[in-house]
């Protein structure tokens, strides 16, 4: 196995939707169950199948709160992590922008504007590939982003042979 570069330069849109597919597929199930859960109690409020209230008053004051719950919470969820990557392009741009990713067998390095980090892949938390991107988590919390788009097909089939390499290290999730 070769030690694989590569460029990468990400937009402040293409973190926005890295980290929502991150925390919204990703990363929290328990998101989405509690979004269900409001969605089925909308449901079962409107159809009302067993009868359980009679009340007609309140109809028009509960379809109004499900529907502004229903349509509001992916709206903020969406406008607060487009912020919050603005925000942080904003702040570290050196960070997204024209950095080079080396992989090797033994470990990972990032390297850019001002900063070199190197980590051994035992200290990393986990590999996962989706179909846009490869997430690197250093931590539970924080993954470093890799576009897919910018990788040439031979990398990627080098990068996989890595992530598979280390496998026995770190919980790899590729996409077969």
Known sequence: MTDITINQSLKQDDLAKASLYNLVIGRSPI????YGAL??????TFINPFNAYNETDNTA???FVYAIAIIAIPLLLWRSIKKASKKAFTKNSRFYTNVSYTFTPNSYKSEGEDFSTTYKWEDIYKVKETKKWFFIYISKNQA??????QIDLLQQAEMK???NSVQSKIKVSLIK
Do not use: E, G, R
């Not at 998101?31 to 509690?34: E, N, S, V």
């Open 31 to 34: 998101l989405i169950i509690i």
């Open 39 to 44: 969605t089925l109690s909308a449901i079962i």
């Open 61 to 63: 004051y509960n379809i």
């Open 144 to 149: 470093v982003i890799l576009d897919k788009s």
């Open 161 to 163: 042979n890595i992530f």
